[in-house]
């Protein structure tokens, strides 16, 4: 197993309500000193931890996080905010009601809204795969594969299930070229990660494989198995 491959395709995260600068400043200098492939946090800290990082590390935030129901206005602004403030890439949650309702439409018109303001930045669109039943997964590997979108995430992490390998098996059967897959919560070992890699995905939204490789580091034998 190649630990440091697997790290170099986290995106370590945190996203708590309590998270304080203190600890966003933590999370970037491990990300740094683990090499990995960014940071993901909360809107409100785009700015300083872009001007902390440099371009030493990609910053990437969350949109309409983690429900999903802020209207595309309201989403739009908050891409276009956390852009001019510096984030490098952008995990946006889909509206989970209008795809119960088969408003496909309006799915498609946000994301494709949301990528336009983007431009040549990452965009990710969250599915929430936990609320959703197959044919709706399905779905959503579709339509994101129609709206130009760079990848197709499971999860917030914040809802009743994260990442499972069954998940990025389907969405590797359904989606187009140019899709990439990224799984999200409840990673919390370097074998389980590396299996989701095997599977295809080619991101992973986690807070754990980087203080599994501290405790290791430093001899310690304690997983933190709480978190993201």
Not at 3 to 24: F, N, P, S, Y
Not at 75 to 92: P, R
Request: net charge negative; charged share 30%; glycine share 8%.
């Amino acid at each position: 197993m190649d630990k440091e491959r697997i790290l170099g395709a986290v995106d370590h995260t945190l996203l708590g309500q309590e998270a304080t600068w203190a600890q966003i400043q933590q999370i970037c200098d491990d990300a740094i000193r683990y090499h990995t492939a960014s940071v993901c946090i909360p809107p409100s800290y785009v700015a300083a931890a872009k001007s902390y990082v440099g371009e030493r590390m990609k910053v990437c935030t969350v949109i309409g996080f983690p429900n999903g129901y802020n209207t595309t206005a309201t989403k739009v602004f908050e891409t276009e905010d956390a852009l001019e403030s510096g984030a490098d890439e952008i995990d946006m949650v889909i509206n989970i009601g209008d795809l119960k309702d088969k408003r496909y439409d309006k799915i498609l018109d946000e994301i494709r809204s949301i990528k336009t303001v983007c431009g040549d930045h990452v965009l990710k669109v969250i599915i929430e795969t936990c609320l959703l039943t197959e044919e709706e997964k399905i779905k959503m590997c579709r339509l994101v594969t129609e709206s130009g979108a760079d990848y197709i995430k499971t999860s917030t992490g914040f809802s009743k299930a994260g990442a499972s390998f069954e998940d990025i098996a389907l969405f590797a059967r359904h989606i187009g070229p140019g899709i990439k897959m990224k799984a999200a919560g409840g990673i919390a070992s370097f074998q389980d990660a590396d299996r989701f890699l095997e599977l295809g995905a080619e991101r992973l939204g986690t807070s754990r494989l980087v203080k599994l490789a501290k405790e290791e580091e430093h001899g310690q034998t304690n997983p933190d198995t709480d978190g993201y």
